[in-house]
């Protein structure tokens, strides 16, 4: 039972352990996504101390709109999103037209955005942020959904079912194969031993956290399937018909004094960190955010105004729901360490990356284990830095749907000559004479 454990660890590491360590890599450094935005737009997003005047919002909205000099009626406001101190600015995100600038078809959503950075109290522009060259947005793309929308999404969540396996039979093979020795213990009679010994050491150390982002990320991946098939729905979500013309909608000004201090009587200790007018006649004034020392997934905690006299139409407090709900807002918390400040998310940037290095020490102990070169080891490097610097100068000077939809093709290209170059190599074996 033991080696056909290993058997399995071992098939399930070398077939998926390329990926599987992309994605874990590209994760631990996601962590940090929302940090390496404001770095890369460090120019206009920084700002001396200066607190937000909420009676200005619409001023500063309006101005915003008119620096993305697009017709209101080809581009949709994505959320107002809020200095996250003093010292940064307030950014208004707009999502431009679908299809905009999208090189060739491809399965995902061709969508642009363009941030409009205003100083929060004299409503000053201070530039435009580095979206469509983001190299915080093309993480996230490559580590979400493989830049292949919902079926990348789906795709990507089943490597956290290969974690999961990966990681449960490993536990299962070091509870059994050890025996009597310690797993402390480092040999260094050969490269081999130190390399399994090290590969077993940092897997037992790490098995904790490794379940846990195969379990969130399993869920995270496969969530719209999942939400389909157990009629699931998302409990911080309000639907509302519209019930003005979409023009009047938008234009329509609000009292975001008086509607900060609605929402902060309707949900006391809620900190804002988006809002988001409706523009398709739904009339509503939708608040996102967060409480102190959350763990729960970042804008979970929502507010619905009413446009018109601010009368509150919807909270959604997790802290106050059942554990269905709590359960449903835990996973992306979890899985990116939004809780307890900047040494977690430290944390996770370490042991993300040693666990997305153990698919890789994985295939080197099993090639020496069989006394194989390690050429092929040195050649994977190689060619996954090639790709790396090739999409970094992609997305630097063509910005990222492009960056996304030639990455996606060059990823389907490869894996297509992988699997007939697997195929040949297989049909010319079994053609050799005996």
């Known amino acids: 039972m033991v080696k056909a454990f290993w058997k399995f660890h071992s098939w399930c590491g070398i077939y998926t352990g390329g990926f599987l360590a992309l994605i874990l890599i590209t994760g631990a450094v996601a962590v940090f996504a929302d940090h390496l935005y404001l770095w890369e737009n460090r120019k206009v997003a920084r700002i001396d101390s200066a607190s937000l005047d909420p009676s200005r919002l619409n001023d500063w909205i309006e101005i915003a709109r008119n620096e993305i000099n697009v017709d209101s009626d080809t581009i949709s406001l994505g959320g107002v999103f809020l200095p996250k101190d003093e010292q940064h600015a307030l950014r208004v995100l707009a999502f431009n037209p679908a299809g905009a600038r999208n ?6 959503r061709p969508w ?6 205003i100083h929060p109290q004299t409503g000053e522009v201070l530039g435009k942020g580095n979206d469509d060259h983001s190299l915080s947005q093309y993480l996230r793309g490559i580590h979400v959904r493989l830049f292949a929308g919902t079926p990348g999404r789906n795709f ?4 956290g079912f290969t974690l999961l396996v990966n990681t449960v ?10 025996g009597k020795k310690t797993v402390w213990v480092i040999r260094t009679k050969s490269l081999r031993l130190a390399s399994a010994d090290w590969h077993k050491l940092i897997g037992a150390l790490l098995a904790v956290p490794a379940l846990v982002f195969a379990i969130t990320g399993l869920w995270l991946g496969l969530q719209s399937i999942l939400m389909q098939s ?11 018909d519209a019930i003005v013309e979409p023009v009047e909608d938008e234009k329509f000004k609000v009292d975001y004094s008086e509607a900060f201090a609605r929402v902060y009587e309707a949900y006391p200790g809620f900190v804002i960190q988006q809002i988001i007018p409706s523009s398709k006649g739904e009339k509503t004034l939708t608040f996102k955010g967060k409480t102190k020392n959350m763990v729960y997934e970042e804008l979970s905690q929502t507010v619905v105004l009413d446009k018109s006299d601010l009368s509150v139409l919807f909270v959604h407090n997790t802290h106050k729901s059942d554990w269905k709900q709590k359960l449903y807002f835990l996973q992306e918390g979890l899985h990116f360490g939004r809780f307890g400040g900047a040494w977690v ?23 020496l284990r069989k006394n ?3 050429k092929p080891v040195f050649r994977w490097s190689i060619a996954g830095g090639i790709y790396s610097l090739v999409m970094l100068i992609v997305l630097k000077a063509f ?12 990823l389907a290209a490869f894996l297509l000559s992988l699997i007939i170059w697997t195929i040949l190599r297989r049909w010319r074996s079994t053609r050799k004479p005996a």
């Open 230 to 240: 157990f009629s699931i729905e998302n409990p911080a979500r309000f639907k509302r």
């Open 399 to 410: 910005g990222l749907v492009t960056a996304m939809a030639y990455g996606t093709l060059l």
């Open 345 to 367: 998310q430290w944390l996770y940037l370490v042991v993300g990356i040693l666990i997305g290095l153990l698919p890789i020490t994985g295939y080197i102990i099993a090639r």
């Open 103 to 108: 090189p060739f078809a491809l399965t995902n």
């Open 372 to 374: 194989q070169s390690l």
């Open 156 to 159: 990507v969540g089943l490597f």
């Open 169 to 178: 039979t490993g536990l299962i093979i070091l509870s059994t194969f050890l």
């Open 112 to 117: 642009l955005f363009t941030s409009v950075f």
